[in-house]
């Protein structure tokens, strides 16, 4: 059989794509950039092809169809940039990868940290040789009440590594699990925005979670409270969330991903002017990191996405059930 590949990277997903290709007995083809009107040709003649997070909307997807395609394997957990909607009117079904949990889970611990010890103040004090204390005074995990949104995969290893602070924990998820419930206690999301110090996103976004944090649900947070978001970027409201810096009911916000960030991240555009205002300002504020959406790159990662998008291509053209089939 074979996968077009958009979006393939010489850098680090070569390596894995050859050796998966092989494995699988795929024929590949190759295009380095996103898919677009303009090179959606190059898919011709195959029947699969395999994106990164790329806006799929309905005039693109409508392309893909006329040239034969039959699936679309997108090489991430979040599928929010695919019209699924547009996918299934065309017959073109769509799939998703998943990867080890660990590598998201410890990069939001760390950015936790970050936030609660006043790290980005700290490094960019040392760059220019400023060794003072006052207003990098920082605060200990162990001391803080953590609300975590999402209890799959992803948050359930946070909890189970937020548990060795010491801190007391509340979960959130319409699907509790045993597990969690093992060092965490479920609770109601107004309880969560009471009452924790601290508040961490995991999960994907769709219609009915589009800003979950906007303005009324950060009134009803403590003063101070910090977030954290290594999920999807339109979880929060951002001008809520500025807002919320601004007069100080934010203490802090640490965040991989943001609001519209398709087509910008991944590329070297420091000589570009980028239309994303709010992200400008966001990182002005001492008291806020924003980060490129790197929570999910590791080698083991990396690893994962390419090769369970093949074998999601390959389990479909078999007939086979596909744990990764999402539409």
């Avoid at 547009?86 to 936030?115: H, R």
């Avoid at 949104?149 to 060795?164: F, H, N």
């Avoid at 929570?295 to 390419?306: E, G, K, L, P, R």
């Amino acid at each position: 059989m074979k996968i077009f590949v958009y979006n393939y990277r010489e850098f680090d997903e070569a390596v894995y794509f050859q050796r998966f290709s092989k494995e699988y007995g795929v024929e590949l083809g190759i295009c380095y950039d996103d898919p677009c009107m303009e090179n959606a040709s190059l898919a011709e003649g195959y029947e699969y092809i395999s994106i990164i997070t790329t806006k799929m909307d309905a005039q693109l997807i409508k392309r893909f169809h006329e040239l034969g395609v039959k699936m679309i394997s997108t090489r991430t957990i979040g599928y929010d940039h695919v019209d699924l909607e547009a996918a299934q009117k065309f017959g073109i079904k769509v799939s998703n990868v998943t990867y080890s949990p660990e590598c998201v889970a410890d990069y939001t611990v760390m950015l936790m940290l970050m936030a609660i010890r006043k790290m980005k103040r700290i490094m960019q004090r040392e760059e220019i040789n400023d060794f003072s204390l006052p207003g990098i005074q920082g605060h200990e995990m162990h001391n803080f009440t953590v609300g975590v949104i999402g209890t799959g995969k992803i948050g359930q290893a946070v909890i189970r590594d937020l548990s060795g602070f010491g801190c007391q924990i509340y979960a959130y998820d319409l699907f509790p699990s045993q597990k969690v419930k093992a060092y965490a206690e479920y609770a109601e999301l107004d309880t969560i925005f009471e009452t924790c110090d601290m508040i961490t996103l995991h999960m994907p976004l769709g219609d009915d979670n589009y800003h979950m944090i906007n303005a009324d649900a950060i009134a009803k947070m403590k003063q101070g409270v910090v977030l954290i978001n290594t999920a999807r970027g339109g979880l929060i409201d951002t001008k809520a969330l500025l807002d919320g810096l601004e007069s100080e009911k934010i203490g802090a916000a640490a965040m991989d991903v943001i609001e519209d960030e398709f087509g910008m991240y991944y590329y070297d555009r420091k000589s570009d002017i980028i239309s994303k205002r709010e992200l400008y300002i966001l990182r002005g504020f001492p008291n806020v990191i924003v980060t490129p959406h790197m929570a999910f790159y590791t080698d083991q990662a990396v690893s994962d996405m390419v090769r369970h998008s093949i074998e999601s291509c390959c389990l479909n053209e078999a007939g086979k059930e596909n744990p990764w089939e999402i539409a």
